[in-house]
């Protein structure tokens, strides 16, 4: 043995543990009085400690730890990469933002806060399954890319636009109606979906009047109730217009609303008219928006993350007070309630068209149009948004208050093989719950209810 060998021999055997020596050598040298218990502490002698000690003896031990070391923190920065793309790509709000999905285990808030949701009759949803909605994006990102209108402030942006696409395309409808056009993007959209399929628009003002200043879209097969012959849908002779499009079966009609009026009275009037698939493009939060939505009526006690809390020192109002920094539409709870402790629509208040007109209501009607609404309701289903926020980086909408997303925070590949990063992060802020209803039509749907006092809940409740 040279001089070196026996320098590192003697180094190395230094660093030995002392028992390892004892329990191991010991047993070996000494010849073995316990034969037992040698052959029992070798063959609990584990590879590793095997492997080590052979790289020990040969000096290659300390080099191959810190290549090891080496590898392991290089892979780790690689595989987090992707949030470090999000992160070193937003402000420090985003930043704050980042913890309230996943990174600062928050996931209590998302209970407390929780999704409401109207409960349809007999517990019936949708066909389609969280692949067909992925299957649809692929499919969709390339349409959008086509839009005419790129920028649609004041109207839908994709989350509404892949929803209204992919239910009108999935459903197939036999006529289109949309009300609330605008510049016609909708329209457009409707379009994608059912190539050969007629519509029938109504919108107080034409398409075509927004050329002047941009882009608009105006449809060749579509049927425009607008300008002098504008006809509200509630107004509207829906078996003329039906036989005129040769349509027999209503329930082959899919109703589009866009127009920012009071959703329980154009739910009350679709059913008048016998239409069965409805899709309501604003389904505002509790608290917001210019219109009763679906989302608001069925806000109730017994919904999971419904029915809220005026006290000041709740768990819910200090969880809203947090969030209200972060997402621009969180309401706390200072803004939910109004007089009286009242948080049901807006401030105790159903709106309807665009807020030019407002109805106090108690607690009681409230109450009652929920029963009402589920007692007509066979499916209702809330599109959800098609990203998490760290992926969109949208700022406005409170993810503890919507359904999980399709492609879910931390899915960066994902996000951007289906090529959603090539899009302006603006056409993610618009996102408010699109809901897609299914009507159940009732023989006789009249509602008889008797109420006990002032906030109590109906006593009796009952379809004659
Ligand atoms: C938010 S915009 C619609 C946006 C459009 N769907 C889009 O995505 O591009 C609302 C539209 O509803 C129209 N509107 C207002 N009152 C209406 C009513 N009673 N019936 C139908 N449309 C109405 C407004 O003139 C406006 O064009």
């Known amino acids: 043995m040279t001089k070196v060998n026996k320098m590192l021999e003697r180094a190395l055997s230094i660093r030995r543990p002392p028992h390892a020596v004892e329990g191991v050598g010991a047993a070996e040298d000494d010849g073995g009085d316990e034969p037992g218990d040698v052959s029992k502490t070798r063959k609990h002698m584990s590879i590793a400690v095997r492997v080590t000690n052979y790289l020990t003896r040969t000096g290659y031990f300390w080099p191959i730890v810190v290549i090891g070391l080496v590898i392991v923190i290089v892979s780790s920065v690689i595989i987090h990469s992707r949030d470090l793309v999000c992160i070193s790509a937003s402000s420090s709000d985003h930043i704050s933002r980042l913890r309230f999905f996943g990174f600062d285990a928050l996931e209590s808030d998302f209970g407390s ?60 409808p036999e006529l289109m109606i949309e009300s609330g056009a605008f510049k016609g993007h909708s329209t457009w959209i409707l379009r994608q979906a059912m190539p050969d399929t007629p519509i029938v628009s109504l919108s107080p003002r034409h398409p075509e009047k927004y050329l002047k200043k941009g882009p608009a879209y105006v449809d060749g097969n579509c049927t425009y109730f607008t300008g002098k012959d504008f006809v509200d849908f509630g107004s509207m002779d829906w078996g003329r217009v039906l036989r005129k499009h040769g349509i027999t079966d209503r329930s082959r009609v899919l109703v589009f609303f866009d127009d920012h009026q009071n959703e329980l009275k154009r739910l009350k009037q679709a059913l008048k008219a016998g239409f069965k698939h409805l899709v309501f493009e604003d389904n505002y939060d509790t608290g917001t928006g210019d219109h009763y939505s679906l989302r608001q009526i069925c806000d109730q006690f017994y919904i999971r993350g419904g029915g809220h809390s005026c006290f000041k020192d709740s768990d819910e109002a200090r969880i809203r007070f947090r969030r209200r920094k972060f997402w621009e539409k969180a309401v706390d709870v200072e803004e939910l309630c109004g007089p009286g402790e009242a948080w049901w629509g807006v401030r105790g208040e159903m709106r309807d068209d665009f807020n030019h007109s407002n109805k106090a209501i108690s607690y009681a009607e409230h109450f009652t149009n929920s029963r009402f609404v589920e007692s007509v309701l066979d499916v209702y289903w809330e599109l959800p948004p098609v990203a998490g926020p760290s992926l969109t980086h949208q700022t406005r909408y409170d993810p503890a208050r919507t359904s999980a997303p399709i492609v879910e925070d931390g899915r960066y590949r994902l996000f951007q093989r289906l090529g959603l990063s090539r899009f302006d992060t603006s056409v993610f802020n618009g996102y408010t719950q699109m809901v897609y209803l299914q009507l159940l039509h009732l023989k006789f749907p009249v509602v008889l209810i008797v109420f006990r006092g002032k906030r109590s809940v109906p006593k009796r409740y009952g379809v004659v």
């Open 113 to 172: 806060l929780g999704v409401p949701w109207c409960r349809s009759k007999h517990g019936k949803t949708v066909e389609w399954t969280y692949k067909d909605l992925l299957r649809g994006l692929e499919e969709f990102v390339p349409i959008y890319e086509m839009r005419p209108i790129k920028n649609n402030m004041h109207g839908m942006g994709f989350d509404h636009s892949f929803g209204l696409w992919f239910i009108t395309q999935w459903l197939k």
